[in-house]
């Protein structure tokens, strides 16, 4: 069974600081997904990761997947307040399946 | 921009009634999920399509929910009869596979 666990669950943090969130995956997946969620609102895609290696950056946020490791990080670069929001990482089982397993999500809060 | 239809938004029911849930994929998508959020339990996949074939429902309880696809540009999720610990918001998602997913807004449930 494929577990995807996310570190810290809660962060708070202050504008311009630089932080990190991770996800750790259980079994083998070369795809790697991250979403943010606004309160009440839906999932909003930010980053598709295919490979090892791969990174990716929008803004202040960057994505990084290592499979080996089976881990994938967003780094947080000067954090501004529109940043607030609930993180997500979600993973695809692997060998040709869609089957999207979601982490625990991490609540993240920008203050002055 | 193209979008995930979800009806209807809201939705309080008394417990034992039934209730279905209506989900238009962005057209051309062969992939749509089924996901239920709680505070408690998070992002649970509930049952997923691909080709409008069901892949796997092993999320779902099985004696009173049931998802279909009735064709490509529906898929519908029921419950039947409703109990409040069903009260949750449920999404559908749609998407190619090594693409991105486009979440709909989702349906509020509130059981009685």
């Known amino acids: 069974e494929l577990k995807v666990e996310q570190n810290p669950l809660f962060l708070s943090m202050q504008e311009g600081k630089n932080y990190t969130i991770y996800c750790n995956y259980s079994t083998t997946s070369d795809r790697l997904y991250w979403y943010r969620q606004d309160p009440g609102k839906s999932l909003e895609s930010l980053f598709v990761l295919l490979s090892n290696g791969a990174v990716k950056q929008e803004g202040r946020l960057m994505a990084s997947l290592d499979t080996k490791a089976r881990l994938s990080t967003l780094h947080i670069t000067a954090a501004v307040h529109d940043l607030s929001a609930t993180y997500f990482c979600a993973v695809v089982l692997p060998y040709n399946t869609d089957k999207l397993i979601f982490g625990t999500g991490t609540r993240l809060q920008v203050f002055p | 921009d193209a979008r995930v239809t979800q009806t209807p938004r809201h939705k309080v029911t008394e417990m034992g009634q039934e209730v279905t849930m209506r989900c238009q994929p962005i057209?051309?998508?062969?992939?749509v999920f089924w996901y239920r959020q709680t505070m408690m339990q998070g992002l649970e996949l509930l049952a997923y399509?691909?080709?409008?074939?069901?892949?796997?429902d092993s999320g779902m309880p099985k004696d009173r929910f049931s998802a279909e696809m009735p064709d490509a540009t529906l898929a519908t999720l029921k419950i039947q009869p409703s109990e409040p610990r069903d009260s949750a918001v449920y999404f559908c998602a749609s998407g190619f596979i090594t693409g991105e997913y486009t979440f709909g807004s989702g349906t509020r449930l509130t059981v009685v």
């Open positions: 399509f691909r080709n409008r074939a069901p892949l796997d």
């Open positions: 057209l051309g998508h062969n992939t």
